[in-house]
């Protein structure tokens, strides 16, 4: 019940993205921007239970703004880890089960799945979106869709 009551209250995918595109007029960097987009989704989607952002500095991978456990993964390169997978690829990477993912570099015990979602522009990758869920198989096409229009957004200001 609880569960029902708090998916009604939350933003649909158009309100993220126009709330999106708001912070995007109204932060005057980078950094801010990317804090406000991260507490949005972590608090606007229950199942996200970290959400981080890498940007790509000097051929690594740099933890910026995130919400959730802190992490030793602060430096990824490009070879490892289902980030590294994701960025030097520039597709999206669904992984259902992190435990079954030899790539998988872990940051908290609870964490079940994984979505990142590379930001690119011009087919160059800039960063990513990563997100963890304590739930098996959290992340949907619906997840992947909302979360590429986000990523495009973000490649306009980063
Ligand atoms: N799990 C990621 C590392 C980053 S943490 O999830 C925050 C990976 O395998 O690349």
């Known amino acids: 019940?609880?569960?029902?009551?708090?998916?009604?209250?939350?933003?649909?995918?158009?309100?993220?993205?126009?709330?999106?595109?708001?912070?995007?007029l109204s932060k005057p960097d980078a950094t801010s921007l990317l804090a406000e987009v991260v507490s949005l989704l972590h608090r606007e989607r229950p199942h996200y239970h970290w959400v981080g952002v890498y940007l790509l500095v000097g051929g690594e991978l740099v933890l910026g703004p995130y919400v959730g456990k802190p992490t030793i993964h602060t430096r990824i390169p490009l070879h490892q880890g289902i980030c590294g997978a994701a960025a030097s690829t520039g597709q999206t990477l669904i992984v259902d089960d992190v435990n079954a993912d030899p790539r998988y570099l872990a940051c908290s015990l609870e964490t079940r799945s994984e979505i990142v979602v590379p930001i690119q522009h011009q087919g160059r990758v800039l960063g990513e979106i990563d997100i963890d869920s304590d739930q098996p198989a959290a992340f949907t096409p619906h997840d992947r869709d909302l979360l590429e229009a986000v990523a495009a957004l973000l490649a306009e200001k980063i």
């Open 1 to 24: 019940m609880l569960a029902i009551r708090r998916e009604s209250l939350s933003m649909h995918d158009p309100e993220i993205l126009n709330s999106i595109r708001s912070l995007i």
